[in-house]
Every structure is written in structure tokens, then in C-alpha cells.
């Protein structure tokens, strides 16, 4: 990947939103305690709809960061809407953060003005249609305008698409096949209890409203299928289970199946090779996914409200209703009020990836898997304290970095020879072997 003559580093797009709000702010304090992750002279900017908001955040930063080592931001204006205004942001820039959802109305507008002015991009999507809908619609021209587009940086999908990407590793480096991995994700909460945004609520409810244009999608794609699975079946658990060594764990509902699917297509399709490549591309696994509940209790209240969810969802009439009472029907989880900075740093995560393989490839689907190990991502808050510092590492490395790809990808596919892991420890989101 070429050096871009242009004016910004880096410029977060949506930055008086929460998301990207949270975005600015980690800049700060990264370049106060941290300033060697930034490259020499870094010049960066913060754009939205309004300036007056977007001059506000960063009299507020300045004030807050008195110490940071970084150069105040450029404040540039314009909405999703506004082609020519948003052109000329990603005409200046060449990593652009995308923090403006629902991506799914918004999020094409910014990838096509990326894409045609030869801007790199990162966001923080969890919407897997809005995802693979890109992919399809522009990686041949992203690739022709040597241009990378690298959706759901943040928490979705980041510590699970690099954590199977890091056991696959592991496995390779060992001599050994990987067969199958088992993702569990974990929250640990304080005595404040968390609160999600209502961004990433509205994001669910259309998410699960939009589950029939996924599989539409998913027809017309070009990418190879994953085919059949190496050795024994890996059995996936619809209902709700409990498993000997986690306890009560329910399917995960979110991003993160369907990004280490896609990550695992374009592996096999190719298209994660660059010039210098010199790596055998990480082999394809079985790979389920599993929210964990601390309590039987936990398990009752997970089942009742999310079946009147995913009734709901499933019409524009329940939509309507699910967006106009976040805090009734995600019992106290989600509302318009942000999470308070006590929830925050009580709150942290833990993905645990548990993996089966064997010592050389099995000779039929019979054959039970001989070596097993597992992985640990930790992490503080999902939402807004780390996936400000996995979509800042994000657009770090694609900045720096020369042997990216070219072309619309998940985090894995985009970052597999990259340093992004070791950048990510030093900003407290870890990827560690498990006893």
C-alpha cells in the first residue's frame, strides 16, 4: 500500500456521536499516556453535521488533555447526505473512522465517497448485511483504486476475528490441524450494572429485522463456500445449554458468526493475499459462538425478553415499537441515557476461544480430534472504551502498514500480517494461551 499525499492522518467521521465521542477522546489520552503508537507528525481531524458541537468537543478535550502530544484536530463538516462536502473530507484523508450508524442507511455513503476518493477506511459496524453487502458491491473498484475497506474494527468483530486468526496460528506454528472452534463471550459487570447505547440498540432491532436480505446476499455471492468441515462434526447449540466447563450459555446473536464465516470466504477466495505475501493463508475451521449466563435466572429473563425481541423485530410495526421503548424491552440494558463512567470502568470482557485439532490432517470425519488448547481475549468495556482503542489500533496499522490488501474486508483478512495484536496489549486488550 502506497503513501497518500493528503493533508489528514487520520479523521473521525461521526465525532459527536457517543461512539465517536469516546473515539476523540481515547486519542487524547492515548497520545498523553502512549504517543509513540502515532506515527511522527501525525495530523488528524473530527468531522460531523454540526460545528458548532464538533468546536465544543475539542475545547473540551484540550482542556481535559493538557499533556497530550498531538496536534489539536482540523474540524471538518458534513453529513452522509452532503456528497460533495463529504467528498472533500475523504478527499483530504487517508484512513477515514466511520462512527455513523445505523450503517445500514448510512454507512454505503461514506464507503462509496472512500472508495472513489481514494481514502482508507475503518468503522465500528456490528451489522452483518450492511457488511457483506459492501463486499459484494465494491471490492472489485476498491481494488482497482488501491483502496482498503475494513468493516466492524471495533468491538464486533475484532477480539474474535483476530482471536480465531491467533488459534489458527498457534495451531500452524505447532504443526497441528485446527478442526473446529467454540467462541464463549463473557461479560463482567460491577455494582453500577452496564448500559449500552441506543445507536447500537437501533442497530439490533433493524439487524433482526433484515435477516432475509442476508441470505439474499449470501446467494449471490461470488466468494468460494467453505465446504466440509475437517474431521468430526462440530455440534452447534441452538437453545439454551449448559456446558461443563462455562456453565448456561445461549447461541450469540451478534456480528461475529457472520464475520469469521465471511473472513474464512475471502481466505479461500484469495483476495487476503498482497504482493509480498509470503504466508500460507490460515486454514478454514468450524466455528460456533455462545453468550454466556451467570445464572438459571439469567438464562429465564434472556429467553422471555428476547422472544418478544425477535417477535417484534421481525415486523415494522414491532420495530417502531421496539425503537420507541429501549429501556422496557431490553430490561433497563439500553435507553437514550448513556452508560455513567462508574459502569464503564466496572465493566470489562472476556471472549474465550476453545479450540480441537490434530496432530496431522485426519483421514475421515470419524476421526476424534488428538490436541486441543484455548485462547483468551480480554478486554475493559465492549462498547466505548475498547472499541475506541480497536478502531484507533485499526486505522493505525492500515495508516502504517504495507502489507494490507486491497479491497473490502474484515479485520482478520485485513490485518493478518500486520502487528495489530501486539499494538492492541500495549492499549489493554489482550490475546493470551489459557491453561
Known sequence: ??????????????????????????????????????????????????????????????????????????????????RENLDNITGQTKVLINAVGPFRFMGEYVVRSCVEQGCHYVDVTGEPEFVERMQ??????????????????????????????????IYTEKGWVPSQIEMFFKMHTGEAGMRGGYATYESAVHGFGSAELLREIRKASTLKKLGAPVGSRLKFHKGVTKDKEYGYHVPFVFADPSIVRLSQQIFLTGYANTSDNNESIPPTVQFTAYLLLPSLWAVILYMFYGFIFSFLAGSHWGRQLLLKHPKFFSAGLFGREHPSQTQLDQTSFEVILRSKGYEQVPIDDKMQPTKSLKV???????????????????????????????????PSTAFWQTDLIQRLGQVGIHFDISD
Not at 12 to 28: N, P
Not at 140 to 168: Q, W
Not at 380 to 400: C, D, K, W
Request: one cysteine or more; proline letters at 6%; glycine letters at 6%.
Open 1 to 82: 500500500m502506497s503513501s497518500i499525499n493528503k493533508k489528514f492522518d487520520v479523521t473521525v467521521f461521526g465525532a459527536t456521536g457517543l461512539t465517536g465521542k469516546h473515539i476523540v477522546r481515547h486519542i487524547f489520552q492515548l497520545a498523553t499516556d502512549n504517543p509513540n503508537l502515532f506515527p511522527s507528525n501525525f495530523n488528524w481531524a473530527i468531522a460531523g453535521r454540526n460545528e458548532e458541537n464538533l468546536e465544543a468537543i475539542v475545547q473540551e478535550m484540550l482542556q481535559a488533555y493538557t499533556q497530550a502530544s498531538i496536534n489539536p484536530p482540523s474540524v471538518l463538516v458534513a453529513s452522509v447526505t452532503q
Open 376 to 410: 483468551v481475549v480480554r478486554g475493559p468495556e465492549p462498547g466505548y472504551v475498547a472499541t475506541p482503542r480497536l478502531v484507533l489500533q485499526s486505522a493505525l496499522v492500515l495508516l502504517q502498514h504495507e502489507r494490507v490488501p486491497c479491497g473490502v474486508f474484515t
Open 136 to 169: 459484494r458491491t465494491y471490492h472489485e473498484k476498491a481494488v482497482s483504486n488501491r483502496v482498503t475497506i475494513v468493516h466492524s474494527c471495533g468491538f464486533d468483530s475484532v477480539p474474535t476475528d483476530m482471536g480465531v486468526l491467533y488459534t489458527k496460528k
